[in-house]
Every structure is written in structure tokens, then in C-alpha cells.
């Protein structure tokens, strides 16, 4: 589990930086406490990726093992050139939980599920679930017996692999608390420089590490061999 755990929370907290839910959770926090919005993000964040972390899994399920690390590696690619593009918050997104009678956490909460349906993370959190770091396993699967002990002590065994519970929460958790994190930085640094954040600068580092990682989870199969 905690292998999937770290893959899915630094792969979903570096696809943050600069994107639509950090500058969401700016907008909303303010008019909110931080501490509001970030239990409102979590709910959502937890509620949405509970349900495509299974998605994720039953797909992944369905793909051959020597066509899922192409299918997962074109995504990250993908997601590289989505991130380099940016990404703005529409004034709906900003309005959307503002009517609500049920409290700040709510109407944040709400707010960040309608935005988050169909979004970047979203996906991603589908895409690591049906392949959880399926190049850099496979890489430190072929570095010898002192990292093989390293995966025994987290949970991946050798030959068996990553147990489906494991990945399940292990994806669910790490996705989740990535986005969480990743929304406090953006409050943090917003308010740090008068709620402005270097997004050029960030979109950049997170749209390369995806490419950066695309392309490793492509070729990493033929790297072992």
C-alpha cells in the first residue's frame, strides 16, 4: 500500500501545481477559512477518487499487460501537454457551491466535485490506478536484491505483485492527500505574494515530469529485459 500510496500522491500533487483546483481553492479561500476549504477539498477530492481509483482498477483489468504500460505512458504525455498548456478557473466553478445553506465545507466541497468531474486529476487518478507506477516498479524490480528487500518492506512482493486492497487505498488515499497538500501550498503561497502564484513556472515543472514520466513508463519494459 505504500508503494501506491507515495506513487499516487507525488504524481497527483506535482499535476496541482498551477492547475484548476489550486486556483480554485485560492478563489475560495478568499472568501472561506483555509481551514474550510481544504476539509471541503478533501471530501470532494476523497468522494470522486474513491470511485475513479475502482474505475481505474476494473479497466485496468481489462488491458493486456504488454499494451498497459503504451496505454498509461501516452496518458502521462498527454497529461504533460495539458499541463504545459495551463489551465484558468471559470467563474462557474468559483459560484457554484456560493448558494448553498449548508455551510462553508459544503459549498466548498460541491464547488471542487463539479470541477474536478472530468478534469485532469480525475483522469490521472484512473490512469494510476490501472497502472500504479508500473515503469519505475518494474525498473527497481530489475536493481538487484537490495531493492527487491526495499519492495518486500512496502508491500510489493516480487512475484505476486501489488494486492488489490493495497492499490485501492493505496491510490485513493495517496491521490487524495496529494491534492490536499498541494491546494494548502497554493492558499500558503498565495497569500505569501498577495495571491498570485508563479503559474508559468509550475507548469512547467509539472507538465515535464509528466512527459518525464510517460516516456519512462513506456520504455522501462524494455530497460529489465
Known sequence: MLYT???????????ELADKSQLLALVLATRYKASQVLLGVLLATFTIHFVSTGFGMLVGGFIPQGVLPWVSGLLFLFFGVWT???????DEDAE???????????????????AELGDKTQIMTITI????????????KGSGAAV?????????????GLSQGARFWGVT???????VLADALAIGIGRLLGKRLPER?????????FIAF????????????
Open 173 to 179: 488515499l495517496g491521490s487524495t492527500l496529494g491534492m
Open 214 to 225: 510517460g516516456a519512462l513508463t513506456i520504455v522501462a519494459p524494455y530497460l529489465v529485459r
Open 148 to 160: 527487491q528487500q526495499g519492495l518486500g518492506a512496502i508491500g510489493v512482493s516480487g512475484a505476486g
Open 84 to 90: 504545459l498548456r495551463g489551465d484558468t478557473v471559470d
Open 5 to 15: 500510496f507515495v506513487i499516487s500522491f507525488i504524481l497527483i500533487m506535482i499535476g
Open 96 to 114: 457554484a457551491g456560493k448558494g448553498m445553506r449548508f455551510g462553508p465545507v459544503i459549498a466548498v466541497a460541491v464547488a471542487f466535485f463539479l
Open 201 to 209: 513556472l509550475l507548469t512547467r515543472i509539472s507538465g515535464f515530469a
Open 129 to 140: 490506478a490501472a497502472d500504479p507506477g508500473g515503469a519505475l516498479l518494474a525498473i527497481l
